[in-house]
């Protein structure tokens, strides 16, 4: 095994030296569990923490490694390291930390392609399906839809499934599938590219374990090999979050990946909604709100049947929601600063002598 093979490539080497970091290890963060991870790369893995320096200077949750990442290594005992510093993330998905409204908590980085997973039945939702794709523009993640349980629904339903996607998704893959019988499994391991890395999005029970399982092949069978690279036998038992897939491919599975709120999304929208930002250009008020203005060239689009009404809605809502995000990032840096003032103020009243 290389380091290619977990996903490292000349972006990350050409960061590496221009960060000066070539006398330092390469590995990749494959798990973490609270301030301990775990890396890799062609000699094994690690048992890892980060250097103090890396600690003092940072400046907030996102500037500690995350499952993912490429990291500098100092290797000081065969199965130790310690993380000196982490290699620029080319993407990055997180969502809001929880109870720290405006702090991110990044879930996994340096992600290729996100697998978003519905399945036929009650959990298909067209507004859901254009959250994730949000998500993804947002995070620099290249979406590919899955629609799995075909097995559970008959040829004219699935069509129709089909056709209300493909008329509001533009240019994504969308691959029906079904885990039981393995139909449509291989459109989808012709997306798997060597040395990339997908995570999987999707509610709670649409099929996401059980399509691991059949993009896996055999490799899943390596899953276990931690304790067997290393002879020591206390390790840890954090579980791999970094799975190999047939062709090559990684994916990334870990249980913040799971929790992945769909309203996480702070950006992205241009993308999902390109149609409607084409559209507004022809609006007759730069300021249109697309509801109740003259000669609003969305809302004609809607009355000549070129878009959906739906779409609009899911855009003004998703707007909405983001305007508020960010305000509350303002007011939250806002405060940081005044909180800030108070310290410094604080430290020049209290002892007005000292100097
Ligand atoms: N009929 C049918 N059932 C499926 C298919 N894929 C998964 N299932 C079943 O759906 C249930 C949930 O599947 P999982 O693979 O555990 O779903 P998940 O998305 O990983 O769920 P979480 O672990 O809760 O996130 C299981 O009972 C599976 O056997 C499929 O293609 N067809
Ligand atoms: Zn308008």
């Known amino acids: 095994m290389t380091i290619q093979d977990l996903g490292y490539n000349d972006n990350f080497e050409k960061a590496r030296s221009e ?15 609270k301030e301990r991870y775990i890396v890799k790369n062609e000699k094994g893995e690690f048992e890892a923490e980060i250097t103090g320096n890396l600690r003092f200077s940072a400046k907030s949750r996102e500037d500690f490694p995350a499952v993912g990442d490429w990291v500098a290594l100092l290797t000081q005992d065969y199965d130790f390291a310690l993380i000196h510093s982490i290699l620029p993330r080319y993407s990055v998905l997180s969502r809001q930390a929880i109870n720290k409204f405006g702090e991110l908590q990044i879930i996994a980085s ?13 959990d298909f939702n067209i507004n859901r399906l254009e959250r994730y794709l949000t998500l993804c523009h947002a995070s620099k993640i290249e979406p590919i839809i899955v629609i799995s349980k075909t097995d559970l629904t008959n040829e004219p339903h699935l069509d129709n499934l089909l056709k209300k996607i493909n008329a509001r998704v533009k240019n994504i893959p969308v691959i029906p599938l079904s885990n039981k019988t393995k139909v449509g499994i291989n459109e989808l391991k012709k997306l798997l590219y060597k040395g990339k890395t997908y995570c999987l999005l999707g509610s709670s029970g649409v099929g996401k374990s059980s399509l691991i399982n059949s993009l896996s092949g055999e490799n899943l069978m390596n899953t276990d090999d931690i304790s067997k690279s290393t002879d020591r036998g206390k390790h840890v038992t954090t579980h791999r979050e970094l799975i190999p897939l047939i062709n090559g491919a990684i994916l ?13 999304s702070p950006g992205g929208l241009e993308s999902t909604f390109e149609k409607i930002y084409d559209l507004m250009q022809d609006c007759r008020f730069s300021d249109c709100t697309h509801t109740s203005e003259k000669d609003c060239a969305v809302k004609l689009a809607i009355e000549n049947g070129e878009i959906h009404e739906s779409y609009l809605e899911n855009y003004l809502k998703m707007e909405r929601e983001k305007t508020h995000y960010e305000s509350t990032i303002a007011e939250k840096r806002r405060k940081d600063k005044n909180f800030g003032k108070m310290i410094k103020h604080y430290k020049k009243t209290k002892n007005p002598d000292k100097y």
Request: avoid cysteine; charged fraction near 25%.
């Open 19 to 33: 960060n000066d970091l070539e006398n330092f290890e390469i590995g990749r963060v494959v798990a973490q569990h």
């Open 252 to 264: 990334i599975d870990n249980p913040g990946m799971r929790e992945v709120g769909i309203a996480d």
């Open 110 to 122: 340096n992600i290729d392609y996100s697998i978003i997973v519905q399945s036929v039945n009650r």
